[in-house]
C-alpha cells in the first residue's frame, strides 16, 4: 500500500487537521430494495429512492439532507420522470436545492457523475450533493403479468432536466442493428468468443474459467446484505444449463447475464470536508474520492481492432491512479463492472489483473455483480460505490478502485477511494487527454455488406426461451482487415459452434441484399 494509505486518522497534527476544506468527501450511504408479493402496496422508484437517500442521511451521522443544494439522478428507465432530481427534492421536502442534473443512458453514470460533482466540489461550484438512481424493473415485469395491475404512479409535469451529462450516441451502429448486435445479450458473448480464442481455450475449458470466475462472485453476493440474489453458487451450477439456467445466448446461460428486473435504489452524500465538519459528521463516516478519469473506446463495437481488449480501460484506469499518485498494487479492492463475465475479464487484461487463478487474491467485486448483486440497469454502480464506501470503512487507509461502463465494453468511468484524504485534493483527469489517447489506438473498418472469403473472429448464438438456437451473430475479419458482420440461421451450423471454437477457422460470407450471411 502506498505511503498516503498508511497516515494517520484522527488527532493533533493528522493529516486531516490539514485537509483543504473544499476537498469532496462522501459521508453518507443507502441501499434499498423490494420484492413485493402484493404490488398494491408498492413504492415507486421515486420513493424507493426516498427511502435509500434517507438512509444515507442517517448513515452520515449527522443531518446532511437539509444542506442539499444539488441533486443527481441517474437516467432511470423503470419510470419517465420528467426532471427526478426535482420531484426527489420535493418527496424529501428540501428547499436548498439550486441544481438538478441527470444522466444519458449508461452503467458509466454513477461514476461519471461522483467524478463531475466532486471536482465541483473542489472547484465550489456545489458544496452538497444528493446523488442516486433508482430502478422498479422487478414489479413493472409483475405488473404486466396476468392478472396485470395497474400502476398508478407519478405522472410528473416538471420540465425536462436542464442538466444531463453523458454521450448520448446509441450503443450500436445501423451496421450493427441490421445485424442484430442490438442487445448484451447479444453482443457481450462476442467478447466473450474471442477471450476464449485469445486465450487458447476449448468450449468446455472456457465454460470452467468462466463459471468459477462467477461462482466468485456469488459468494460475494451471498455476504452482501442488498443482493438481490444470496444463494451462493458453485461453478457447476452457474454453467450447467438446465430448466432454472436456460441458455440465453451462448455461451452465456441465464447465471452468467446481468439481472436486470431488480427493485433496487441506491444513494450517496457527497459534499465538501468544511461541510462535514460543520454538521458535525464523524470521522468514522468519511470516506474520500481520490480521482477520477473517463473516456470511451472506439464507440462501436465494428470499429474496435480486438474484440478481447479496451485500451479505454487502460488508459483511463491507469490515468485516475496516476492521478491519485498510486499503482494498481497500492489497490486493496476492485468492484469491476460485471454485467457479463466478458466485461470482468477485458477490465482485468486492461488493468494488469490476474485474480484469484494468478494467485492474486484481492477482490474483483463489493457486491456480487449485476448477475447476483442485482443489475439495475444504468445504476448497478450507485451500489458499488456504496459498498465501497463501507469496505474502505471496515479498513481504514486502504485503496478501493471503482471501474464502471455503458453499453458495450464502451463508455467508462473510473474511481479511487479512501478514508485517507488525498493530500493534493480531488484530482479529476482532463477528458480530452484521456480521449485522444484511446483516439489514437488502432481500429478497423467495417467491411459492409461483403462478399467473399474470411477468417470467423467471434460468435454468439441466441436461444428461444424453449431452448432451440434461434440465430447467431458472428464477426469475421476479411483478407485487407476490416470486419464483416453476419448472421445465419442453419440449426446445424450453430450447434456446431457451441460444441467447438471456431473463432479462427476460414469461412465464407455471402452478401443478403443489405446484410451479409454466414456460410461454413
Same mark, same amino acid.
Given at each position: 500500500?502506498?505511503?498516503?494509505?498508511?497516515?494517520?486518522?484522527?488527532?493533533?497534527?493528522?493529516?486531516?487537521?490539514?485537509?483543504?476544506?473544499?476537498?469532496?468527501?462522501?459521508?453518507?450511504?443507502?441501499?434499498?430494495?423490494?420484492?413485493?408479493?402484493?404490488?398494491?402496496?408498492? #413504492?415507486?422508484?421515486?420513493? #424507493?429512492?426516498?427511502?435509500?437517500?434517507?438512509?444515507?442521511?442517517?448513515?452520515?451521522?449527522?443531518?446532511?439532507?437539509t444542506?442539499?443544494?444539488?441533486?443527481?439522478?441517474?437516467?432511470?428507465?423503470?419510470?419517465?420522470?420528467?426532471?427526478?432530481g426535482?420531484?426527489l427534492?420535493r418527496?424529501?421536502?428540501?428547499?436548498?436545492?439550486?441544481?438538478?442534473?441527470?444522466?444519458?443512458?449508461?452503467?458509466?453514470?454513477?461514476?461519471?457523475?461522483?467524478?463531475?460533482?466532486?471536482?465541483?466540489?473542489?472547484?465550489?461550484?456545489?458544496?452538497?450533493?444528493?446523488?442516486?438512481?433508482?430502478e422498479?424493473l422487478?414489479?413493472?415485469?409483475?405488473?404486466?403479468?396476468?392478472?396485470?395491475? !395497474?400502476?398508478?404512479?407519478?405522472?410528473?409535469?416538471?420540465?425536462?432536466?436542464p442538466?444531463? +451529462?453523458?454521450?448520448?450516441?446509441?450503443?450500436?451502429?445501423?451496421?450493427?442493428?441490421?445485424?442484430?448486435?442490438?442487445a448484451?445479450?447479444?453482443?457481450?458473448?462476442?467478447?466473450?468468443?474471442?477471450?476464449?480464442?485469445?486465450?487458447?481455450?476449448?468450449?468446455?475449458?472456457?465454460q470452467?474459467?468462466?463459471?468459477?470466475? !462467477?461462482?466468485?462472485?456469488?459468494?460475494?453476493?451471498?455476504?452482501?446484505?442488498?443482493? !438481490?440474489?444470496?444463494?451462493?453458487?458453485?461453478?457447476?451450477?452457474?454453467?450447467?444449463?438446465?430448466?432454472?439456467n436456460?441458455?440465453?445466448?451462448?455461451?452465456?446461460p441465464?447465471r452468467?447475464?446481468?439481472?436486470?428486473?431488480?427493485?433496487?435504489?441506491?444513494?450517496?452524500i457527497?459534499?465538501?470536508?468544511?461541510?462535514?465538519?460543520?454538521?458535525?459528521?464523524?470521522?468514522?463516516?468519511?470516506?474520500?474520492?481520490?480521482?477520477g478519469?473517463?473516456?470511451?473506446?472506439?464507440?462501436?463495437?465494428?470499429?474496435?481492432?480486438? +474484440?478481447?481488449?479496451?485500451?479505454?480501460?487502460?488508459i483511463?484506469?491507469?490515468?485516475?491512479?496516476?492521478?491519485?499518485?498510486?499503482?494498481?498494487?497500492?489497490?486493496?479492492?476492485?468492484?469491476?463492472?460485471?454485467?457479463?463475465?466478458?466485461?470482468?475479464?477485458?477490465?482485468?487484461?486492461?488493468?494488469?489483473?490476474?485474480?484469484?487463478?494468478?494467485?492474486?487474491?484481492?477482490? +474483483?467485486?463489493?457486491?456480487?455483480?449485476?448477475?447476483?448483486?442485482?443489475?439495475?440497469?444504468?445504476?448497478?454502480?450507485?451500489?458499488?460505490?456504496?459498498?465501497?464506501?463501507?469496505?474502505?470503512?471496515?479498513?481504514?487507509?486502504?485503496?478501493?478502485?471503482?471501474?464502471?461502463?455503458?453499453?458495450?465494453?464502451?463508455?467508462?468511468?473510473?474511481?479511487?477511494?479512501?478514508?485517507?484524504?488525498?493530500?493534493?485534493?480531488?484530482?479529476?483527469?482532463?477528458?480530452?487527454?484521456?480521449?485522444?489517447?484511446?483516439?489514437?489506438?488502432?481500429?478497423?473498418?467495417?467491411?459492409?455488406?461483403?462478399?467473399?472469403?474470411?477468417? #470467423?473472429?467471434?460468435?454468439?448464438? #441466441?436461444?428461444?426461451r424453449?431452448?432451440?438456437p434461434?440465430?447467431?451473430?458472428?464477426?469475421?475479419?476479411?483478407?485487407?482487415?476490416?470486419?464483416?458482420?453476419?448472421?445465419?440461421?442453419?440449426?446445424?451450423?450453430?450447434?456446431?459452434?457451441?460444441?467447438?471454437? !471456431?473463432?479462427?477457422?476460414?469461412?465464407?460470407?455471402?452478401?443478403?441484399?443489405?446484410?451479409?450471411?454466414?456460410?461454413?
Open positions: 500500500m502506498g505511503q498516503e494509505g498508511q497516515e494517520g486518522q484522527e488527532g493533533p497534527g493528522s493529516v486531516r487537521d490539514v485537509t483543504d476544506p473544499r476537498t469532496p468527501v462522501i459521508v453518507g450511504v443507502g441501499q434499498a430494495e423490494q420484492r413485493p408479493e402484493d404490488l398494491s402496496g408498492t #413504492l415507486e422508484p421515486i420513493d #424507493l429512492l426516498v427511502s435509500a437517500a434517507r438512509t444515507a442521511d442517517g448513515d452520515a451521522g449527522a443531518s446532511m439532507l444542506r442539499v443544494n444539488t441533486i443527481a439522478v441517474v437516467s432511470i428507465t423503470s419510470w419517465p420522470y420528467p426532471d427526478p426535482a420531484l427534492a418527496r424529501l421536502g428540501l428547499d436548498g436545492v439550486r441544481e438538478t442534473m441527470t444522466t444519458t443512458i449508461g452503467g458509466n453514470s454513477p461514476q461519471l457523475l461522483v467524478n463531475h460533482l466532486a471536482a465541483a466540489i473542489q472547484r465550489g461550484d456545489t458544496d452538497v450533493v444528493l446523488l442516486g438512481g433508482t422498479c422487478y414489479t413493472r415485469r409483475a405488473a404486466r403479468t396476468e392478472p396485470k395491475t !395497474w400502476l398508478n404512479w407519478t405522472q410528473a409535469d416538471d420540465p425536462p432536466c442538466v444531463v +451529462l453523458g454521450d448520448a450516441r446509441p450503443g450500436s451502429s445501423p451496421y450493427e442493428l441490421e445485424h442484430g448486435a442490438v448484451p445479450v447479444q453482443i457481450y458473448p462476442l467478447f466473450e468468443t474471442a477471450l476464449r480464442a485469445s486465450a487458447g481455450h476449448g468450449v468446455a475449458e472456457h470452467v474459467v468462466v463459471s468459477e470466475l !462467477w461462482s466468485r462472485f456469488s459468494a460475494v453476493a451471498a455476504s452482501n446484505p442488498h443482493a !438481490w440474489s444470496r444463494e451462493a453458487k458453485s461453478a457447476e451450477d452457474i454453467r450447467t444449463v438446465g430448466p432454472d436456460r441458455m440465453v445466448s451462448f455461451p452465456y441465464k452468467m447475464c446481468a439481472n436486470i428486473h431488480v427493485d433496487q435504489a441506491a444513494a450517496l457527497l459534499c465538501s470536508y468544511a461541510a462535514a465538519q460543520d454538521a458535525g459528521v464523524p470521522d468514522d463516516r468519511l470516506v474520500f474520492p481520490h480521482s478519469a473517463d473516456a470511451h473506446d472506439h464507440y462501436f463495437v465494428s470499429e474496435r481492432e480486438r +474484440l478481447d481488449t479496451s485500451p479505454a480501460i487502460s483511463a484506469g491507469r490515468a485516475a491512479l496516476d492521478a491519485a499518485g498510486l499503482g494498481v498494487d497500492d489497490v486493496a479492492r476492485f468492484d469491476l463492472y460485471s454485467c457479463f463475465p466478458s466485461a470482468v475479464q477485458i477490465a482485468m487484461r486492461a488493468l494488469g489483473l490476474h485474480g484469484a487463478p494468478g494467485g492474486d487474491g484481492r477482490p +474483483l467485486n463489493v457486491t456480487g455483480g449485476l448477475a447476483f448483486a442485482g443489475g439495475p440497469a444504468n445504476d448497478y454502480p450507485s451500489h458499488a460505490i456504496a459498498a465501497m464506501v463501507d469496505a474502505c470503512r471496515r479498513d481504514p487507509g486502504s485503496i478501493g478502485f471503482v471501474s464502471a461502463l455503458g453499453w458495450y465494453v464502451t463508455k467508462h468511468s473510473m474511481g479511487c477511494y479512501s478514508t485517507t484524504p488525498p493530500p493534493r485534493g480531488f484530482v479529476l483527469v482532463d477528458a480530452s487527454e484521456t480521449q485522444r489517447a484511446v483516439d489514437a489506438t488502432p481500429s478497423r473498418q467495417p467491411a459492409g455488406a461483403y462478399e467473399g472469403p474470411a477468417t #470467423l473472429e467471434a460468435s454468439s448464438v #441466441l436461444y428461444e424453449d431452448g432451440g434461434a440465430m447467431a451473430v458472428v464477426t469475421t475479419l476479411t483478407p485487407d482487415g476490416s470486419r464483416a458482420l453476419a448472421n445465419t440461421s442453419d440449426v446445424d451450423l450453430m450447434d456446431a459452434m457451441t460444441r467447438e471454437a !471456431w473463432e479462427g477457422r476460414p469461412v465464407t460470407v455471402v452478401r443478403d441484399a443489405d446484410t451479409n450471411r454466414l456460410e461454413a
